[in-house]
T-cell receptor, first 114, second 115 residues
Framework: DTAVSQTPKYLVTQMGNDKSIKCEQN?????MYWYKQDSKKFLKIMFS???????INETVPNRFSPKSPDKAHLNLHINSLELGDSAVYFC?????????????FGPGTRLTVL | AQTVTQSQPEMSVQEAETVTLSCTYD???????LFWYKQPPSRQMILVIR??????QNATENRFSVNFQKAAKSFSLKISDSQLGDTAMYFC????????????FGTGTRLKVLA
């Protein structure tokens, strides 16, 4: 059983479009995250939610909007896509929001903006 | 500011041999956590091993072990009896233990295990 799942795995779209990536975890964790991995493989945190509340919001363009309908889901919506948004996006979850909690990652979504 | 450096972009090792991946970090924090993650071609990020900075004993998980040198701010990963399935990108990561959230990843080391 997949613990942290993301859909879609691949997303190819045109500049200016709006797209969403969905994430679900079945681990019963309270905290979920979104990370961006750029072409150089560098991972950077974007957002984190604990029990549907935003707790981390790094410097990310406001075209990116996370939405957490419940604690098992954290979706990422991106408006007006730009070429520089092309990357792999990882969702992750952890039991609590304590620093040091081990995070479990999803398989990633490769977004390509043409 | 905290930084994580992995100075080996690529490495290779023969099957069944041992390889060590290096990671150094810079922080003024006294308490923190360090992680090694594996990212195979499937892109899934898999936790390999975790170390709490306040623990002197090096963490071990089966064939994976770390050499944690707090004073030198070094956190290397040793893979013993390398297997073809170990072929992946390996990321070192640092997390603060208190205060504002900070989770920083290195740029990764691509490891290829050769048959």
């Amino acid at each position: 059983d997949t613990a942290v799942s993301q859909t879609p795995k691949y997303l190819v779209t045109q500049m200016g479009n709006d797209k969403s990536i969905k994430c679900e975890q079945n681990l019963g964790h309270d905290t979920m995250y979104w990370y961006k991995q750029d072409s150089k493989k560098f991972l950077k945190i974007m957002f984190s939610y604990n029990n549907k509340e935003l707790i981390i919001n790094e410097t990310v363009p406001n075209r990116f909007s996370p939405k957490s309908p419940d604690k098992a889901h954290l979706n990422l919506h991106i408006n007006s896509l730009e070429l520089g948004d092309s990357a792999v996006y990882f969702c992750a979850s952890s039991q609590g929001s304590l620093l040091g909690d081990t995070q479990y990652f999803g398989p990633g979504t490769r977004l390509t903006v043409l | 500011a905290q930084t994580v450096t992995q100075s080996q972009p690529e490495m290779s090792v023969q099957e069944a041999e041992t390889v060590t991946l290096s990671c150094t970090y810079d922080t003024s924090e006294n308490n923190y956590y360090l992680f090694w993650y594996k990212q195979p071609p499937s892109r899934q990020m898999i936790l390999v091993i975790r170390q709490e900075a306040y623990k002197q004993q090096n963490a071990t998980e089966n064939r994976f072990s770390v050499n944690f040198q707090k004073a030198a701010k070094s956190f290397s990963l040793k893979i013993s009896d390398s297997q073809l399935g170990d072929t992946a990108m390996y990321f070192c990561a640092f997390m603060k233990a208190s205060g504002t959230y900070k989770y920083i990843f290195g740029t990764g080391t691509r490891l290829k295990v050769l048959a």
